[in-house]
Every structure is written in structure tokens, then in C-alpha cells.
């Protein structure tokens, strides 16, 4: 043994590591060879399916659009029968306030509206008149001391006095992103914060100047709650704080939750905000519950009411119909196969071709063919009716129900199991059924014991092509299959195109693909992939 | 990448700016409009287009037919910041959604559409049209009912309108119906004897919204339910139902194109708008043209002339006196336009801002209800 490790080449190296060289650059040959290719497939397929899988648990939108809402009414609010606390609302205006400049409050609406009616036009109606909140705070202080109308007033008691001084040299061009003074986050927390999203939004929305504009109604909302709680007032506006301070002790302003009930009622109903906190993080699974007539909510997963169930149905539909068709692609098909790999080579080829010419028609084409074949006053009705199989005012249907759709796709997909079987049926040799005869078998023992096992692997081929095709299949069904034949793909298509709920549309294919790779799995086990052949 | 799709963008917004200097001024010499196909788009070529270009002879127009998936393309081309259409056909619930999630400009309609010749402004003209901030319209469609008059039994009134589809009595027969709650929930009440004015708060309900599936139930499974506007007028010429719901415009293309034995049953037809929106993100000069051609196509006469080619009426009031004959079949349009005095005695315009509200959830009902 330790002589033969030792063999050297001709160079002087042992063979092992030479050979193992030799191999290693044979392999990166081949991987360049086909990296182009690998790229191409990862770039353009693997990575945008990727991307939109995800969305299926992506749900940031609530807390990037919401970001204090979210947070205080985590911290807030625990009884869910009642409205949220005063601190949740006067979050709520500074968000708010800040997504409307950045018309991001309809975006949301939609999102929220997916899982429950009612966001979509209270969204829009708040965003229409968000000026209102805090508007009466707003009018107070100005009364107070008109100063406070003054932009130059907000600067000078909250932006770092560097940053002011960059703001009013540069009036009326780009201004430095906002930045705010020393400790005044820590005596005015919610007037900095919503003053900084206000100066923030208007620099990048409107390439406003901070400098110039008076800020939005809810800053004078956070400032008098600020100053509602403050206990020593110091630094710059000192005096006008404290003037102001006094004014408010004694005044009787609305709050911000009766503000946003003035817009619109259901700002009050705790539904509304059960909602919001459910969908608050980064992640959600409500997507998937969803494709699952499951609904995720705060006391924990709920399965959808009677009326709402019908994507289960869906899937299981979409299986059966997928399997019946392969199973009649099989019986359709395996004969037509068998005769053509019996047939001469000439005739052979020219049926071939019959084979091949549905290829070569558009599928809508065909799909409609079927539908002037089907349809009641179509050929076969007819014809039935004329030899008097079928009375005339008994005429069948056809079409438009799931028979329509097995049969229309039955005959889209078979080439696709006709095609491998013939090219399996092509290698085996003629001899072998006739050793069978000559040893005694008959005519139908020699096919089934001897040449059908054979066949197998291109029935292997085919129903796997068959069934992975009509699984996903979509045209055929949304046009022939009416109200019994549709697949789950409809619903699919649905939400890329019309709702625009792609997220669920994106939980729906990951679990039709799960479903795919689950059914490989098991053909796998049983029959085993290595006994699949296309030729 | 976005770095690399800003250079392009750069490098194309800099050639298309060479090839429109020597135009007039700042405005893209192309337009990509994209509208529904067929009839309805040819419509729009011979009234708006041909004329534009006689006046702006350098423009050209490219053509897209995806409308009925322009807005989740519209979503898809703004998410990668590359968005290749100027102007988009859109229907007013698509309208107020683009708007919401800011695909679509806001437009101020008295400052981008020409007023009426007599100097009305357009906000008036339009009045009640103009159902979002991103819309522009240009004409009234309705979906209404078409039937067979050879199959109507003897001794019976032809059907009137939308709720004799549910009296399977009088009018045997099979029926078309889209698949989609929109119309079909609204018909289903009024006709089950809601007043017109309840129809949405009873949606709003539970019993509401049993009452439409129980009236739909009657005839659930004597309907064909379509996706495609041209699948009602096919069953209708084949004979395969006695009656069916799809766009005006279509029943009159079968009834007096292809002269086929339909009439058109009016009472409660389901008016609908069509109209332009802009897209969000154009460079400045593609931005100026679409501006420039909407309001081209939008003005009174442009409005008019396109009924000489499709029975759609137009959404100005100015435009309809305006109102002439059949480009190529000479017959007077006017009567056959949905908002003629005579059809028009019953019409349902439905709340595009409620449905923007109960879309999702209707539907998921809807489509329960359909698949059990």
C-alpha cells in the first residue's frame, strides 16, 4: 500500500495530487462553460421569484408609515374594547401629518384594506383634512403670542444653532438635512420629534426651507401636550414657553382622539386599531392564513367565516383536476405513442407531425375551438341532437363547467405526454416482445409483463410534465372552465392583476410550489426520479 | 443597479432631448399610449391621434393594448423607477387606486383641460365626471343587458331592463353574468326590491349582502359567468343564452354592425367612466407632450367626434349636442348613446369610492359563493 501512494508522475509529483489538478481545472473549465447560462438563470428567474416570494412576509409598510403610532400603542394600549389612549392619537397626528406629505398614508390604506374594509376612504378622508388636527392648539398659541406663527420661533427654540445658521444662508436652495439642538429632545420630546419630521419631510418632499415655513398644525399639538407635563422650562423661547404654559393650564382645547373622531367616527372604534397592532411588524404570516381561509388577529389565528373559505376549495380542485387530466393524458396518450413507435418510419413521422401541429396554433385559438365545439348550440349539441341521441331542449353542458376544462386541457397537454412515451417506446426493442411470445406468453401477457414495464419510465415522464404544467395552468380554466373549473391559479392571476394584493399572491404560489415539490418528494420515493426518461 | 438604471435614464432622457429641439421646444416627440384594443381603440386613433397629428405632424404614437393589466404593470414599471408609458386609459376604480398608492399625478383639471367652447371651465363641464384628483374623463359607458329577440316566448314584452335577467319564468333561457361582484350585487338588490338610494348601506350589512346572493342564487346556475367583454356578444350571436350583461358599446357593434337578432334592454344600466391618468415619474418633456395631448383629446369637439365611432357618449356636457352620425354606417349615434334621454330613464352610477372601500372584501364572498 505504501508503495502505490507513492507513485510519482513524471514531474515528480505524486499521481494523487497531479490527478486531482487535472480534475480541478477540468471542473472550472466546465463551470465556465456554463457560468453565462448560470448567471443569466440566477439573475433573471432565481432572484426576481425570490423577490416576490418574499413579499409574502414582508409587511414594513405599517411600521415605516406609523413608526410612533406603532410603538405607543405596543406600550399603550392593552384593553382591547376600548379606544386607544390619548397618547396613541397624539402619535398618530405627528405620523400621519408626515405621511400625507409623503402621500403615503393611501399606500397604506390599501395594505390595511386587505384585511379590513373601511381604510381605504378613511385614510383619504383624514389625509384630505389633516390640517385640522391641532389646528385649534395651533390657533391658541398663535393667539397667544403670535411669535409662534413665526418660523423663526421654532427654529430658534429647536434646531441646532449651527444648522439654523446654514439654513438662513442658503434661503431658498438646498438646506442641510434638519438637525436638532442639544438636550431639547430630552424637555420638549414629542415638539422635537414631531418638528423634526416635519423640517426632515419638507426638505426632501417639497425642497422646502424649514426657515420659511411655519410648521404643520400637529407640532402645536405636541407642543402643548409638552408643555402640559414639563416641569422646569429653560434655554432659548424660555419666557414664550412659560407664557404659553400658563394659557394652556386654564384652556380647554379638544384632544387629539376627539379631533380624529371630529374627521371621521371610526378613528373611536377599537376594531379599527386592533387591526393596526396585529399587522404592526416587520414580518407577518397573515398572508399565508389568508391562503389558508385563516386569519391572523390580535387574540391569537381564527379561521375565516363560512362565507369567506374558498381558497382550500381552490386547492383542492386545482389537484384533483390536475391529477384527472394527467390520468386521461395517459389513456389518450399511450396508445397514440404505441402506434407510432410501431408505425414505418415514414408514416410514423407524418402523424408526428399531427402530433406536434397543435404546437404551432395559439392556445387561444384551440381553447376557443373547443368552446364552438362544446358550447350547447355548438358542433357536438348539435350533431347529438340531429341523430336524435339528445332531445332539443336537453341539450348537455359541456363547457364553461369543470368537464369543460378537463377536456380543453387534456388536449393542450397531450403532446407533452405523447412525446416522451414515443421517444421511451422508440428504445425498446421489438425483439424482446417477441422472445415473450416465442416462450409461451400471450398476446396481452407479453404486453403487460414485458413491454408495458418498460414504457414505465416515460409515464414517469409525462405525468410529471403533464401535472406540474395543469397545476399552474391559468388561460384555459379563466376561459372554459366557468364557475366549477377554475384553478387556484385564477385567484393568483386575480391578485397580481386586479387587486394588486400581491403579497397574497405571493403566499398562494409559494404554497402551490410547496405543494409541487411535496408531490415530486413522493414520486420520488415511490418510483424513483432516476427512472424517468425523455428518450 | 439604481445607479446604473439612473445613467440610462440620463443617457435616454439626454437623446430623446436631442431629438425634440428641433420640434417645438421641450416636448418628447413620442407617445405611449396605452389603451384597451379593439373598437374602442381604434375609436380613439381615428378621433384624437389622426388629428393631433395633422396639427404636430413629428409626434408618433406607440400603441399598448394592456390595458386591463395597466395597473399592476403601472406598479411593477414605478417600483423599478423605468416607467415607459406617457398616458394611460384607466376606469375610474383604477383611477382613485393609482392615485392613492401615487402612481398617477394629481391633476388640476381646470388648468390641464381646455374649457368648453363657450368658456366654461372643465371642472364644470365634467362636473360630477371628474371622480378622483388623478382623472381626466372622456366618456360614459354602461353595462347593460343584451338579449335575443327570437327567443323571447310569444305573447310576452321583450325584457326592459337588468332585473327581468332573474325572472327565469317569463324569460327561460340561460344568462351572462361577469364574474365579479361589481353590478351583479348591485342589480341583485335593487331588483329583490331594495330602493336605489339603500343599495350600498345594505351592502354594508349582513343581510344585505344575503339578500344579493340569495337573489343571485335563482339563476346561479343558468348563468355563464365571463371574464372577457367579448364573451357576452359570442354567446349572444351563437345563441347560447337568451340574455346577457356586457358593455353598450359591444351590443352595438352585434346589433347593428353584424346585424345579429339582439336588442338592448336599458332600465338600470351600470354607467361607467373611462379616462386618462398620467403616470407618476416622467422627465419633464415626455411629461409636457402627454399634458399637451390630453388636453387635445379631451377638449369638446375631439369628445364629440369620437361617438361617430363607437356608441360610448361623451363625459363633457358641451360635447353632446355635438353628437352626429356613424363614421362609416351613417346612422344617427345619438340613440344608441347610453346617455340618451330614452335609455337613460333608470341608470345606476356606481360608487367607485365605496367599492374602492369593499373591493377586496366583496369579492373574496363573491367568488366564495361562485366556486361552492
Known amino acids: 500500500m505504501a508503495d502505490q501512494s507513492a507513485i510519482l508522475t513524471a514531474d515528480g509529483q505524486p499521481l494523487k495530487v497531479g490527478l486531482r489538478r487535472a480534475l480541478r481545472a477540468q471542473k472550472l473549465r466546465a463551470m465556465l462553460l456554463i457560468a453565462p447560462l448560470l448567471i443569466f438563470i440566477v439573475l433573471t428567474f432565481l432572484a426576481p421569484i ?18 410612533r403610532t406603532v410603538v405607543t400603542l405596543e406600550r399603550d394600549w392593552e384593553t382591547l374594547d376600548t379606544s386607544p389612549p390619548e397618547t396613541v392619537y397624539a402619535a398618530l397626528a405627528f405620523d400621519f401629518s408626515e405621511a400625507v406629505e409623503r402621500r403615503a398614508h393611501t399606500r397604506l390604506a390599501t395594505r390595511l384594506n386587505y384585511e379590513a374594509t373601511g381604510f381605504a376612504s378613511l385614510f383619504r378622508k383624514s389625509g384630505r383634512e389633516i390640517d385640522k388636527i391641532g389646528e385649534p392648539q395651533a390657533e391658541f398659541l398663535i393667539n397667544v ?20 445658521q446654514q439654513a438662513y444662508d442658503r434661503a431658498g436652495e438646498d438646506v442641510p438635512a434638519f438637525r436638532l439642538a442639544d438636550r431639547v429632545a430630552e424637555n420638549l420630546p414629542e415638539t422635537a420629534s414631531a418638528y423634526e419630521s416635519f423640517a426632515r419631510t419638507i426638505t426632501n418632499v417639497d425642497a422646502a426651507n424649514p426657515a420659511e415655513v411655519a410648521p404643520w398644525s400637529s ?70 392564513l389568508n391562503a389558508v381561509d385563516l386569519k391572523l388577529s390580535l387574540g391569537g389565528i381564527e379561521t375565516q367565516p363560512a362565507g369567506k373559505r374558498v381558497y382550500l376549495l381552490l386547492f383542492q380542485r386545482t389537484a384533483f383536476m390536475s391529477i384527472v387530466i394527467t390520468i386521461s393524458c395517459i389513456l389518450l396518450g399511450y396508445p397514440i405513442a404505441y402506434l407510432l413507435a410501431h408505425l414505418p418510419l415514414r408514416l410514423s413521422n407524418l402523424l408526428l407531425i399531427l402530433v406536434l401541429l397543435p404546437f ?46 378537463i377536456v380543453a386541457m387534456t388536449h393542450i397537454l397531450l403532446p407533452f405526454m405523447i412525446l416522451p412515451l414515443f421517444s421511451v417506446m422508440k428504445t425498446i426493442p421489438p425483439s424482446i416482445t417477441r422472445a415473450a411470445r416465442s416462450l409461451g406468453a400471450n398476446s396481452w401477457t407479453a404486453f403487460w409483463r414485458v413491454y408495458f414495464p418498460q414504457s414505465m419510465p416515460g409515464i414517469g415522464a409525462g405525468c410529471i410534465l403533464v401535472f406540474i404544467l395543469a397545476i399552474g395552468y391559468y388561460i384555459t380554466p379563466e376561459l372554459v372552465g366557468g364557475r366549477t373549473g377554475t384553478f387556484i391559479s385564477n385567484r393568483i392571476a386575480y391578485h397580481i392583476s386586479q387587486s394588486l394584493n400581491w403579497s397574497l399572491a405571493a403566499a398562494l404560489s409559494t404554497i402551490l410550489l410547496a405543494l409541487v415539490l411535496a408531490l415530486y418528494n413522493l414520486y420520488d420515493r415511490i418510483v424513483g426520479i432516476d427512472k424517468v426518461k425523455l428518450g | 443597479m439604481r445607479c446604473i438604471a439612473s445613467i440610462i435614464i440620463t443617457i435616454s432622457a439626454f437623446v430623446l432631448s436631442l431629438s425634440t429641439t428641433h420640434a417645438d421646444g421641450h416636448m418628447s416627440n413620442t407617445l405611449t399610449v396605452v389603451s384597451w384594443g379593439g373598437a374602442y381603440q381604434k375609436s380613439q386613433v381615428n378621433a384624437y391621434q389622426l388629428p393631433y397629428q395633422t396639427l404636430n405632424p413629428s409626434v408618433e404614437f406607440v400603441w399598448d393594448e394592456s390595458g386591463a393589466e395597466a395597473f399592476a404593470k ?44 363657450d368658456g366654461t371651465p372643465a371642472t364644470e363641464d365634467f362636473g360630477d365626471m371628474i371622480v378622483s384628483d388623478c382623472f381626466a374623463p372622456q366618456i360614459v359607458y354602461s353595462t347593460t343587458f343584451g338579449y335575443r329577440t327570437d327567443r323571447v316566448p310569444e305573447g310576452v314584452d321583450p325584457p326592459s331592463g337588468a332585473c327581468d335577467v332573474f325572472d327565469l319564468e317569463t324569460y327561460p333561457g340561460k344568462r351572462a353574468l361577469e364574474k365579479r361582484p361589481i353590478a351583479n350585487m348591485e342589480w341583485a338588490l335593487l331588483c329583490s326590491g331594495v330602493a336605489y338610494e339603500d343599495v350600498y348601506d345594505q351592502l354594508e350589512t349582513e343581510e344585505g349582502r344575503a339578500r344579493a346572493f340569495a337573489k343571485l342564487d335563482t339563476i346561479k346556475d ?70 399637451d395631448f390630453m388636453r387635445f383629446a379631451t377638449d369638446t369637439q375631439r369628445l364629440a367626434d369620437q361617438a361617430k365611432y363607437i356608441s360610448y357618449g361623451p363625459a363633457r356636457k358641451s360635447s353632446a349636442p355635438l353628437v352626429s352620425t356613424h363614421a362609416t354606417l351613417g346612422i344617427e349615434m345619438a340613440p344608441h348613446m347610453p346617455t340618451n334621454p330614452e335609455n337613460a330613464e333608470n341608470t345606476f352610477l356606481y360608487n367607485y369610492v365605496w367599492w374602492a372601500d369593499y373591493r377586496d372584501e366583496l369579492d373574496q364572498l363573491f367568488q366564495a359563493w361562485l366556486a361552492q
Open chain 2, 222 to 291: 343558468q348563468t355563464i359567468w365571463w371574464s372577457a367583454g367579448a364573451d357576452t356578444p359570442q354567446l349572444l350571436a351563437d345563441g347560447e343564452i337568451f340574455m346577457g350583461s356586457t358593455y353598450n358599446g359591444r351590443l352595438f357593434s352585434v346589433i347593428e354592425e353584424q346585424k345579429q337578432p339582439v336588442e338592448i334592454a336599458w332600465d338600470w344600466q351600470m354607467f361607467d367612466l373611462d379616462g386618462w391618468i398620467i403616470p407618476a415619474g416622467l422627465p419633464e418633456d415626455r411629461l409636457a407632450r402627454a399634458k
Open chain 1, 219 to 288: 407640532v402645536y399639538l405636541a407642543l402643548s401636550r409638552d408643555l402640559a407635563i414639563a416641569e422646569s422650562l429653560s434655554g432659548p423661547e424660555a419666557a414664550r414657553l412659560e407664557a404659553a404654559r400658563d394659557a394652556l393650564a386654564t384652556a380647554d382645547l379638544p384632544s387629539a382622539a376627539e379631533q380624529f373622531a371630529e374627521i371621521d367616527d371610526d378613528w373611536a372604534d377599537p376594531e379599527l386599531w386592533e387591526v393596526i397592532k396585529t399587522f404592526s411588524s416587520h414580518y407577518t404570516a397573515g398572508y399565508y
Open chain 1, 360 to 405: 404551432w396554433t395559439s392556445l387561444l385559438v384551440r381553447t376557443s375551438s373547443w368552446k364552438v365545439l362544446l358550447q350547447q348550440e355548438g358542433v357536438i349539441n348539435d350533431i347529438l341532437v340531429w341523430i336524435g341521441l339528445v332531445a332539443d331542449d336537453a341539450r348537455l353542458t359541456m363547457i364553461n363547467n369543470q368537464f369543460g376544462t
Open chain 1, 145 to 164: 403670542d403670535a411669535a409662534w406663527k413665526d418660523p423663526a420661533t421654532w427654529i430658534s427654540l429647536l434646531a441646532d444653532p449651527s444648522w439654523a
Open chain 1, 50 to 67: 425570490a423577490d416576490m416570494l418574499f413579499r409574502s412576509v414582508e409587511n414594513r409598510i405599517v411600521s415605516e408609515t406609523l413608526p
Open chain 2, 74 to 117: 403601472l406598479r411593477a414599471m414605478s417600483e423599478v423607477n423605468n416607467v415607459t408609458w406617457d398616458l394611460v386609459d384607466a376606469v375610474p376604480a383604477e383611477a382613485i387606486r393609482a392615485c392613492d398608492e401615487g402612481l398617477a399625478i394629481e391633476l388640476d383639471h381646470d388648468a390641464v383641460l381646455a374649457p368648453a367652447p
